[in-house]
């Protein structure tokens, strides 16, 4: 009986008679196993990244949006009812439907999201600005988020958000059409006024530089963080009002919640104010105010055009400890469409997850494409070694060697291919992953417009799956062994009287 | 030690039936060292293949060192043939790509022996054979003598009972062949291994203890 190190010492003594074919084969199956290899590793930490870090700053997890109903009938195909009435009509969310989910245990808050646009107040006469101009995480919804709490404070001058009130007195000035700062005048418009701002201005003023290669924050020198303290003040000065733009708010506003896409949730009363402020400013500026419809048509598919005080979509802010999705589920049961957290998340991940499985089918049918050529040459080289050892095998069944034994020699041949080449393929495909994971995380680096951007973006997205890697290298090993049955067999099956006969 | 009794063997050629042995009957002694001889074809390879279970009669039983070779199974048969029988070949058989010392300790290896072992025996062996300075060299290094001569060391690694040689010196010159020759016959009497040898060579025979001489399948 052959000792297990004997095999070995025989196997790769056989396999380096052929180095050239070995070395071929060898690398064809590492060819398909860098493709496997790369794709999976790239692939699961693009996943982990995007699951851990992008989706998670979507939508708070106290946090329920809700969105104006589906009907069901607007999704069935044409065929199915062309001209089939909707049998449910869409109904908008309202001040009423606000005020029974107040009413509801767990609920915090129930209002609709109010767009907040900075504007000066000279600025009422024109048309809003927009706030894309203002990119800013507050600060501990970063926390929330980011682990390295000394980058954040370290960067934090350039991002906060501050939602504010004052009392303003102005005064409308008919002829010009245009509402004045009056600090002395008695007649004070709407008795108070909301002021929101984003951000104190002088905090945009950049103090740290993002370092890309050294990647850490490095502090600015005095003399330019005065130059662009010069700089913007004169740029406000066109734009707004000096005695807002140097005025240092008190904070009462409370945030109720934040989304992307320059939303800001505030209480309803504020919300109120805001929007009447906005409306106000709107007017004056457009001389053109909005028509009323009093009209309410349905459309086939259950739609119509929502009327003053009906909002297409709403917030939900749920009491600590309550159950959100009980609730989320109570909202649906309204006929309202609702998106929480959990559901955001598990959605983006299905879908992506679907993507991913897309793309990992395509890179392992290729991998697989690749592996199964390779065992192919896995297969022609074992043939070849047992043709070219005809006399060998003859001489080793003389000397005692079994059937058995020399079936195994050649399926341990086959199988040391495939293995050092899933090894090899492994190895290789790891070093690149992790070079891609370089250059991708560099490239995104070097992209990013805000400082802060940099701190979502993770050292790598590389991942290494330690039970896909062993599978990998059994199935490697399962599959050189099927490639190496069959000359293996012929191996055993050799007459020994034939092979060393000599003519 | 081996029985030969009413052995038949035939096979096909093409398309027409070879008796390579008819109804044979043969008795070795243990200890013995006999010479088979005869024309070419006339059966006597095939009567060393039958000896070392290489082959099954079509007739007949093979009884070797109380074993019928008949019955017994591949696994059996295989460690009948590396603990009993020791080869040597006319054109040797070492594989090249191993050193003399690993060729004639390959018998050891298919009886699971560790290295260790396995050099130092097939270094004892080769030294006694005068091949203390060839240890390391592969065969294509080696004189024709010197490769039988590691050929009869990997025959004699295993301390089998029986060595089978067929035309040991068909590939050597006069001399060498006579140095080989002696160096069985040495083996024969110092450790009564029994040896049954295939030869066309006169002289060789001549130190066999007896001649078998076989014709067209039967003996003489």
């Known amino acids: 009986m052959i000792r297990r190190r004997d095999y070995l010492l025989l196997t790769t003594q056989k396999l380096a008679l052929r180095k050239k074919r070995a070395v071929f084969a060898i690398i064809s199956v590492a060819l398909g196993v860098i493709v496997v290899v790369t794709a999976n590793s790239l692939l699961e930490g693009v996943r982990d990244v995007a699951v851990k870090t992008i989706w998670t700053e979507e939508i708070d997890p106290d946090l329920i949006r809700v969105y104006a109903g589906e009907n069901p009938y607007e999704l069935l195909p044409p065929e199915e009812g062309p001209k089939q009435k909707a049998k449910k009509r869409i109904e908008y969310l309202s001040e009423a439907v606000f005020d029974e989910i107040r009413g509801w245990p767990g609920v915090e808050a129930a209002d609709r999201p109010v767009v907040v646009q900075p504007v000066s107040v000279n600025g009422f006469d024109k048309r809003p600005r927009g706030v894309s101009e203002f990119q800013g995480v507050p600060e501990p919804m970063l926390l929330r988020y980011i682990a390295d709490r000394a980058l954040v404070t370290a960067n934090s001058n350039a991002i906060p958000l501050v939602v504010g009130e004052r009392n303003v007195r102005l005064r409308f000035d008919e002829e010009r059409g245009k509402l004045e700062s009056d600090p002395g005048g008695e007649k004070a418009w709407l008795g108070r006024e909301v002021m929101i701002l984003l951000g104190d201005n002088y905090a945009r003023i950049t103090r740290f530089q993002y370092d890309y290669n050294k990647r850490e924050f490095k502090p600015l020198s005095e003399d330019e963080v005065v130059s662009q303290h010069d700089t913007m003040e004169r740029n406000f000065r066109v734009q707004y009002d000096t005695v807002v733009f140097n005025t240092t708010l008190t904070l009462k506003g409370r945030i109720v919640g934040f989304c992307p896409g320059n939303k800001v949730l505030i209480p309803l009363e504020t919300a109120e104010l805001c929007e009447k402020w906005i409306n106000q400013r709107n007017r004056l500026a457009s001389r053109n105010p909005a028509r009323e419809t009093s009209e309410v048509i349905y459309g086939e598919r259950g739609r119509r055009t929502p009327k003053t005080g009906e909002y297409t979509e709403g917030a939900v802010l749920v009491k600590k400890g309550a159950n959100i999705e009980a609730i989320a589920k109570r909202i649906e049961e309204m006929g309202f469409s609702v998106v929480t957290r959990a559901r955001m998340f598990e959605d983006q991940a299905r879908a992506f997850d679907s993507s991913m499985r897309i793309v990992k089918k395509v890179a392992f049918a290729f991998g697989g494409l690749i592996l199964g050529l390779a065992c192919g040459l896995v297969w022609s080289t074992t043939s070849k070694t047992v043709s070219d050892s005809r006399t060998d095998i003859g001489l080793f069944r003389a000397l005692g060697a079994t059937k058995r034994e020399i079936r195994r020699l050649f399926l341990g041949e086959a199988m040391l291919q495939g293995v050092l080449g899933t090894v090899v393929g492994m190895v290789l495909g790891w070093g690149l992953a992790l070079a891609i994971s370089h250059w991708v995380i560099g490239f995104a680096r070097r992209s990013i417009y805000e400082p802060e951007e940099a701190l979502l973006i993770p050292n790598s997205i590389f991942s290494m799956n330690l039970r896909f890697c062993l599978l990998l290298i059994g199935g490697a090993a399962l599959v050189s062994l099927l490639a190496g049955l069959l000359p293996a067999n012929r191996a055993a099956n050799v007459d020994p009287v034939k092979a060393l006969k000599r003519e | ?220």
Do not use: C, W
């Open chain 2, 1 to 220: 030690m081996i029985h030969l009794e009413n052995i038949s063997v035939e096979y096909r050629l093409k398309s027409e039936r070879v008796q390579a042995l008819r109804n044979l009957n043969l008795h070795v002694r243990e200890g013995s060292f006999e010479a088979i001889m005869g024309p070419s074809g006339s059966g006597k390879t095939t009567l060393i293949q039958l000896i070392a279970g290489l082959l099954t009669p079509t007739a007949g039983e093979v009884i070797v060192s109380g074993e019928n070779l008949s019955r017994l199974g591949d696994e059996k048969i295989s460690s009948f043939r590396n603990r009993t029988i020791g080869f040597v070949f006319q054109f040797f058989n070492l594989p090249n790509y191993y050193t003399a010392v690993d060729n004639a300790a390959l018998p050891l290896v298919f009886a699971g022996v560790d290295e260790r072992t396995r050099r130092l025996r097939a270094r004892t062996l080769l030294a006694e054979f005068g091949l203390q300075d060839r240890l390391d060299h592969k065969p294509d290094q080696l004189s024709g003598g010197e490769a039988q001569r590691v050929a009869i060391a990997r025959a004699l690694i295993n301390n089998p009972k029986i060595i089978l040689a067929d035309e040991p010196t068909g590939n050597l010159d006069r001399d060498t062949g006579g140095h080989v020759m002696e160096l069985l016959q040495k083996i024969n009497r110092e450790r009564g291994v029994t040896v049954l040898m295939v030869t066309h060579d006169e002289k060789a025979a001549g130190f066999a203890q007896r001649i078998i001489r076989i014709e067209k399948g039967e003996l003489v």
